[in-house]
T-cell receptor, first 110, second 116 residues
Framework: ELKVEQNPLFLSMQEGKNYTIYCNYSTTSDRLYWYRQDPGKSLESLFVLLSNGAVKQEGRLMASLDTKARLSTLHITAAVHDLSATYFC??????????FGTGTSLTVIP | NAGVTQTPKFQVLKTGQSMTLQCAQD?????MYWYRQDPGMGLRLIYYSASEGTTDKGEVPNGYNVSRLNKREFSLRLESAAPSQTSVYFC????WGQGIAKNIQYFGAGTRLSVL
């Protein structure tokens, strides 16, 4: 069974600071996804990483993938309150079998 | 364009009762999914359907049945609800299988189910 681990589980950071969320997965996978979930809401796609060394950036978020280390990172630059949410990474095995991490609950405080 | 629509949004059941969660998508996607979300455990795949007429088990299928009624609709049935099935259920759809390299899923708003 494929396992996906995220850390930290909870993150409280001050506005303007930088931080990184880590996502490790246990077996090879073709695709790595990052999703965002606001409290009481559904999930929204942020990034899809398809190959080793892939890097995607959107605003203050940047995601990267190292398939050899089975590691993806989500880097937050100069955090703002609007980034407060839960962030999930996920991998798929064979296309439709998805495995999600436990999520990282991010709170950005003034 | 509504995307993925789930009904109901909230439901309370007694142990042993049955119910069906409905899901419909209007994006002409081939693939549809049912997940449950529990605190501290992320999302876990219950069942998925790669195309109309096919369904496959995910990580946690026990206690559930599904039906892919047509390309748009994918329902999840609890035949005899148990307190362990108290959760938030999400339906999702994606273009996987339509020549797309990325399997981005689009999620519904969720159904909050309590089994007493």
């Amino acid at each position: 069974e494929l396992k996906v681990e995220q850390n930290p589980l909870f993150l409280s950071m001050q506005e303007g600071k930088n931080y990184t969320i880590y996502c490790n997965y246990s077996t090879t996978s073709d695709r790595l996804y990052w999703y965002r979930q606001d409290p009481g809401k559904s999930l929204e796609s942020l990034f899809v990483l398809l190959s080793n060394g892939a890097v995607k950036q959107e605003g203050r978020l940047m995601a990267s993938l190292d398939t050899k280390a089975r590691l993806s990172t989500l880097h937050i630059t100069a955090a703002v309150h609007d980034l407060s949410a839960t962030y999930f990474c996920a991998v798929d095995k064979g296309g439709n079998q998805f495995y999600f991490g436990t999520g990282t609950s991010l709170t950005v405080i003034p | 364009n509504a995307g993925v629509t789930q009904t109901p949004k909230f439901q309370v059941l007694k142990t042993g009762q049955s119910m069906t969660l409905q899901c419909a998508q209007d994006m002409n996607h081939n693939s549809m999914y049912w997940y449950r979300q529990d605190p501290g455990m992320g999302l876990r795949l219950i069942y998925y359907s790669a195309s109309e007429g096919t369904t496959d088990k995910g990580e946690v299928p026990n206690g559930y049945n599904v039906s892919r009624l047509n390309k748009r609709e994918f329902s999840l049935r609890l035949e005899s609800a148990a307190p362990s099935q108290t959760s938030v259920y999400f339906c999702a759809s994606s273009e996987w299988g339509q020549g797309i390299a990325k399997n981005i899923q689009y999620f519904g708003a969720g159904t909050r189910l309590s089994v007493l």
